[in-house]
């Protein structure tokens, strides 16, 4: 064979095996197992999640449950205060990091090249990759719930409307920060290097988004206040408190008000992070650099 019909056979385009929600279930199945196989990981990091709730029951013998009052969600105390953003947060930053974290892991063990130049579209890459992220990380968050209301008897409010709308909010809260997270994988694509941006969000985030502590607490800072309000984790928090917390459910006005952010932020993010992991991904085929690391 000439070298001619070797290049005209790469160059064409072949027709894809199956189709995209085949290759998604592939990503998201093979992924999944990996993670059921690090059997003892998934133990000790059950253990660090009873461990931390138990952490913050203790805090929370010292905290002032009139302060927590304050914070507009009824005569709560403050493990329940705490409960819902500490479940929160590591929820998001899980399913978040997890592409970027998943891409990392492709570099470094050199399988990244095949990836992407299999039949596989990328995007169905990042969305199986996404989905096994949801699930590895609502384990760890079921965890947290289940020992505070289950072992130390926090009363949240949980019936099939409430069930139903806190998913509903936890699924608007990360597809809110996805476009970070995309983004974060496609500079990683580009860099070779850790993942500054997604850490930067997460420190950032548990501070100012109120996590532990009432927002009012900032009033006496404003810049810090604002930023806290400009980001959509404080809308998506403020939501999930409002229905463990106090029954409400998506047809609340207030749900609903933090709901309309949330799908903004998903409108504006979304286009940008899948914009940059294109690019990410372009560059380096142009460069050649899908196998350096």
């Known amino acids: 064979m000439k070298v001619e019909d070797l290049i005209n056979l790469f160059r064409e385009d072949k027709p894809r095996l199956a189709s995209d929600i085949t290759h998604i279930w592939a990503v998201f199945w093979a992924n999944f197992k990996i993670f059921l196989s690090y059997r003892t990981w998934v133990i000790m990091e059950t253990i660090s999640t009873v461990a931390s709730v138990a952490m913050y029951s203790f805090m929370g013998l010292q905290v002032d449950a009139r302060r927590i009052t304050s914070a507009g969600y009824g005569e709560v105390g403050w493990l329940s205060f705490a409960l819902v953003g500490v479940a929160t947060a590591n929820y998001l930053w899980m399913c978040i990091s997890r592409l970027s974290h998943s891409l990392q892991h492709e570099i470094r063990e050199g399988t990244l090249e095949p990836v992407i130049t299999s039949l596989i579209n990328m995007r169905s890459y990042i969305i199986g990759q996404s989905i096994r992220g949801f699930f590895v990380s609502g384990y760890f968050m079921l965890g947290v719930l289940v020992v505070g209301v289950g072992v130390l ?75 806290a309000w400009l980001m959509p984790y404080t809308y998506a928090l403020d939501a999930a408190r409002m229905i463990l917390l106090n029954g409400a459910t998506l047809l609340s006005p207030k749900v609903l008000t933090d709901v309309a952010v949330l799908i903004i932020y998903t409108i504006v993010f979304m286009p940008i992070g899948l914009r940059v992991f294109k690019w990410g991904v372009n560059r380096i085929r142009y460069e050649g650099t899908v196998a350096a690391y």
Do not use: C, H, R
């Open 153 to 227: 008897k926090v009363p949240l409010i949980i019936n099939l409307q409430t069930a139903l709308s806190f998913i509903a909010i936890i699924l608007l809260m990360v597809l809110s920060y996805a476009g970070v997270g995309i983004m974060a994988a496609g500079l990683i694509l580009v860099y070779k290097k850790g993942d500054p941006l997604t850490f930067l969000f997460a420190s950032v985030t548990e501070f100012l988004g109120g996590v532990l502590f009432p927002l009012k607490y900032l009033e006496s800072f404003p810049v810090l206040y604002t930023l």
